[in-house]
C-alpha cells in the first residue's frame, strides 16, 4: 500500500469511527431473523425460559432491560454493594480457599489441614458433627449422630488435638456451630490460649445460627430467646475481647438442599438476619456492633447466570436492611461464603461432579464470594481422601492463578443479562421477605411451615423436571454409564467413632480435678450477663465438656419444635432405580433387560433406537442393541430368543401400522408375560398399538421416572 492510501485510510478511519460503519439492528430485525429461523415454532416457547423462581429468562439483553436500574451506576466498594463490598475486589485481597474437612476425629482433621494449609488452603472450615452441634457429648448421642457430618468434638483436649501445629493467628476459621456458638466458641479459645494465641488474634466466623438449625433439624437444644440471650452475650464480648471474630451465622444450605429456588434462599437470608438483628437490638446491641459480626452462607447451584445474580442481589438488599436498621455504610456490607451445591451432586457416574462444581465454583468467584468451598467429587458417597481434597481444592486455586480471576473487580458488571437478572432476583426476594416478615418473621413463619410448604412445592417441581427429563443430570437421568466402575469411598463408621469419641470424653472426665469443674460449672449457671464468657472460658478451662457447657447454658424454658426442611438431592430418584436394578444383578446374576426390536436400515430407526437405549438405563436396565431387523419374524425370534422380559419397538410413526400389530402378536403368542414398549407417541395410532397389545409407550415427554418404576415393580426387580 502506498504512503497516500495509507493516509487516505488513516483518514477515513478517523473521520468515520469503525462501528459507525455497521448500522446497528434492531431488536425488532433480531426478532424478525429468529423467528425465521424458528420456522413457525413460537417464539416464547421456543427461546423464553421460565425458571423456577418464576423469572423469565430471555435469549438476548439489551441496554434498554437495564436502562432504569439504579444499582448500574454504583461501584465497587460502595453502597449498595452489588458489585462488591471492596473498592478493588479480589484484586488486592482475594476469596478464601475456605474447604470443608468433614472427618469425625478431630485427629484425621488436623492432619488433613496440615497436609492442605501449605498447598493452598487459606481458611479452616469445620463442619461439626450433629452431637456437637445439639451440645450432646458423644457418649451421651446415639451412635449415628456422633461423625455424622463433621467433626466431634468434646473437650478442649479435642480442639488441642485439632489445632496442633496450625497457625491461627493467620488461618481464619469458619465454624457454624449451630442454635449456641458459646459452647463451641469456649473450646476454641481455652484451647488458641493454651497454644499462645490471644482471643484478638483469632479471625473468622465462630457463628451461632439458631433459625436455621430450627429449620434443618426441626428442634432445638434449648429456647429460641435463649438463644438470643447467648448469642447477644458472645457478639458484645467478642467485640471487645475478639474483633476480627464474626459471631452470628445464616447459613441457607438447609434450604437450599431442601430444593428452594434462589428467590425463597435469598428471602429466608434476609428474614433470618432481620430476625437476628432485631432480637440484639432488643437485648441493646447496636446495629453497627451486629452486623459486622454477620456471616451469611449460601449454596450455589447449577443456574450459572441466576446464581450470580442472587449473590449480587443479596448485597444489595442486605445494605438496605441494615440501612433501614440505621446502620452505617461499612456494617451495610454483607459477608458471604460459598459452598457449591450438594443437591447437584450425584453418586453415579461421579467424577461428573468436578464439573459441575467447577461451574458452580466459577459463579460464586463471579458472583464475588469472600471464601468458597468447593465439593469434593465423592461427597454424596463419603469422606474425601487426598486426591478428591486436591482436585477441589485446585479449582479455585485455578481460577485464581490461571484464570486470573483476583484481577478483575465484579466481571459481570455491566452485563445486560447479569444486571437484569439481578435486578429481578432481587425484587421478588423482597416481596417474599416482605411477606414472611407479615407472617410474624422468620421464627413465626417456620412455625406455620410457610417457608417448608413453599420449599417442598419447588422441590416438587424440580423432581417432576427430572423425572420427565426436562433437567438433565449427565450421568443420572441422561447418558448413563452403566460400566462404570464403582468408586471406593469411606464411609463414616459411626459404631467405632461412637466408641472411640465416647471413650476420649470418659478420658478427660477421668483426668480432670472434678471439684474444680464442678465449681466453675456452678458459677457458670448463676453468671450475670457480663461475666458469661469469662466464666464459661473458665469452665473450659476446667475441663468441662461440651455437653456440660450446653446444659449449664440452655436454661430451663421450653424449646421449639417445627416441621423441618428435608436435605435431598437432585440425582436420589433416579440412583435408586439404578441401585435396585444392580441389587437385582447381585441376586439374580444379570440386569434386567429390555431388547429393541429396531426395524428397517439403521436411518429408519437409529433415533429412537438411541433414546430408547439412553431411556432404559437411566433405571439400571441392560439394552440389548443391534442393527435393525427386515421382518417382524426375524425380530420376533431374536426377540424371543434374547431372553428379554421386556421388548421395545423402534420405527418410523410411518411404519409403525403395518409392524406393530403382527410383531406384538408374533412375540405375545410365545410369551404373553413380555412388556410390549413402543418408542414414540403417534396421537392419532395410540388406541390401536393399545389393541394389539402394546403396552407402554415412550416418548420425549414421558414421565421417565414414573414409567421406570413401574416397569421395574412389573418385572420384579424390586425385591
Not at 466498594?77 to 475456605?98: E, H, K, M, N, Q
Request: glycine share 8%; hydrophobic share 45%; aromatic share 6%.
Amino acid at each position: 500500500m502506498s504512503d497516500e492510501a495509507q493516509t487516505t485510510t488513516a483518514g477515513d478511519t478517523a473521520a468515520q469511527p469503525l462501528f459507525d460503519m455497521f448500522p446497528p439492528a434492531t431488536y425488532e430485525q433480531w426478532r424478525a431473523a429468529a423467528e425465521k429461523t424458528l420456522k413457525g415454532a413460537p417464539f416464547e416457547k421456543r427461546l423464553i425460559t421460565r425458571t423456577y423462581e418464576q423469572i423469565s429468562l430471555q435469549p438476548i439483553y439489551n441496554a434498554e432491560d437495564i436502562a432504569d436500574l439504579p444499582h448500574v451506576d454504583s461501584l465497587p466498594g460502595f453502597a449498595p454493594f452489588v458489585r462488591s463490598t471492596r473498592a478493588l475486589g479480589y484484586v488486592i485481597g482475594r476469596w478464601d480457599v475456605c474447604q470443608e474437612l468433614p472427618y469425625p476425629a478431630p485427629r484425621e482433621v488436623n492432619q488433613a489441614a496440615s497436609e492442605d494449609l501449605p498447598r493452598g488452603l487459606t481458611a479452616l472450615n469445620l463442619p461439626l458433627d450433629r452431637a456437637t452441634l445439639q451440645g450432646i457429648d458423644p457418649d451421651a448421642a446415639p451412635t449415628d449422630m456422633v461423625g455424622a457430618g463433621g467433626v466431634s468434638l468434646a473437650s478442649v483436649d479435642d480442639l488441642a488435638t485439632l489445632f496442633e501445629g496450625l497457625a491461627l493467628d493467620r488461618t481464619p476459621l469458619l465454624v457454624i456451630a449451630g442454635a449456641d456458638a458459646l459452647p463451641v466458641a469456649a473450646l476454641i479459645l481455652t484451647a488458641a490460649g493454651r497454644s499462645g494465641i490471644a482471643h484478638d488474634q483469632l479471625q473468622g466466623c465462630i457463628g451461632a445460627d439458631p433459625l436455621g438449625a430450627l429449620a434443618t433439624m426441626g428442634a432445638l437444644p434449648l429456647s429460641l430467646e435463649r438463644c438470643y440471650d447467648l448469642m447477644a452475650r458472645w457478639t458484645a464480648w467478642a467485640h471487645t475481647h475478639a474483633p476480627r471474630l464474626r459471631t452470628i451465622a445464616v447459613a441457607t444450605h438447609g434450604y437450599h438442599n431442601g430444593g428452594a429456588n434462589v428467590v425463597q434462599d435469598l428471602a429466608c437470608a434476609l428474614a433470618t438476619g432481620v430476625a437476628y438483628l432485631r432480637a440484639l437490638q432488643e437485648r441493646e446491641i447496636d446495629v453497627d456492633i451486629v452486623a459486622p459480626r454477620m456471616q451469611f452462607a449460601f449454596s450455589i447451584g447449577s443456574q450459572f447466570f441466576m446464581e450470580i445474580a442472587r449473590l449480587r442481589a443479596a448485597r444489595l438488599l442486605w445494605a438496605r436492611v441494615v440501612e433501614a436498621f440505621g446502620g452505617s455504610e461499612e456494617a451495610q456490607k454483607m459477608r458471604i461464603h460459598g459452598r457449591t451445591s450438594a443437591w447437584t451432586k450425584a453418586r453415579f457416574d461421579a467424577y461428573n461432579n468436578m464439573l459441575r462444581a467447577t461451574a458452580e465454583a466459577m459463579a460464586g468467584v463471579m458472583g464475588g464470594v469472600d471464601s468458597l468451598h468447593v465439593s469434593h467429587f465423592d461427597e454424596a458417597l463419603g469422606l474425601p481422601d487426598e486426591f478428591s481434597r486436591r482436585i477441589a481444592r485446585n479449582v479455585q486455586i485455578i481460577l485464581q492463578e490461571e484464570c486470573n480471576f483476583f484481577r478483575l473487580i465484579d466481571p459481570p458488571g455491566g452485563s445486560w443479562a447479569i444486571e437484569s437478572l439481578t435486578d429481578q432476583v432481587a425484587q421478588k426476594a423482597w416481596e417474599l421477605f416482605q411477606e414472611i416478615e407479615r407472617q410474624g418473621g422468620m421464627a413465626a413463619a417456620l412455625r406455620a411451615g410457610f417457608p417448608q410448604s413453599a420449599i417442598a412445592a419447588t422441590r416438587s417441581e424440580r423432581f417432576a423436571a427430572i423425572a420427565q427429563r426436562r433437567d438433565v443430570i449427565i450421568g443420572v437421568n441422561m447418558y448413563p454409564n452403566l460400566k462404570e466402575k464403582p468408586l471406593t469411598v469411606r464411609q463414616v463408621d459411626h459404631a467405632a467413632v461412637h466408641a472411640e469419641r465416647s471413650a476420649a470424653v470418659q478420658r478427660v472426665r477421668r483426668t480432670r480435678d472434678a471439684q474444680t469443674c464442678r465449681d466453675a460449672l456452678d458459677a457458670l449457671g448463676v453468671a450475670t450477663p457480663d461475666r458469661l464468657i469469662e466464666l464459661a472460658l473458665a469452665a473450659a478451662d476446667a475441663g468441662a465438656t461440651i455437653g456440660e457447657l450446653a446444659a449449664v447454658l440452655a436454661g430451663g424454658d421450653a424449646a421449639p419444635t417445627v416441621e423441618l426442611v428435608p436435605a435431598h438431592r437432585a440425582a436420589e430418584q433416579f440412583e435408586a432405580l439404578r441401585m435396585t436394578a444392580e441389587a437385582y444383578a447381585a441376586r439374580t446374576g444379570a440386569r434386567p433387560r429390555v431388547f429393541l426390536a429396531n426395524m428397517g436400515p439403521i436411518p429408519q430407526h437409529k433415533a429412537r433406537a438411541d433414546f430408547s437405549t439412553g431411556f432404559f438405563e437411566a433405571g439400571g436396565f441392560e439394552v440389548i442393541g443391534n442393527d435393525g431387523f427386515a421382518t417382524v419374524e426375524e425380530a420376533a425370534q431374536a426377540a424371543l430368543a434374547s431372553g428379554a422380559d421386556i421388548v421395545t419397538i423402534c420405527s418410523t410413526d410411518e411404519t409403525y401400522p403395518e409392524i406393530v400389530p403382527p410383531l406384538v402378536h408374533l412375540i405375545k403368542s410365545s410369551r404373553p408375560d413380555i412388556t410390549v414398549v413402543l418408542a414414540g407417541y403417534p396421537a392419532d395410532q395410540v388406541e390401536a398399538h393399545r389393541a394389539a397389545g402394546v403396552d407402554e409407550f415412550i416418548h420425549i415427554r414421558a414421565n421417565c421416572y414414573e414409567t421406570l418404576v413401574r416397569l421395574q415393580q412389573l418385572k420384579g426387580v424390586v425385591a
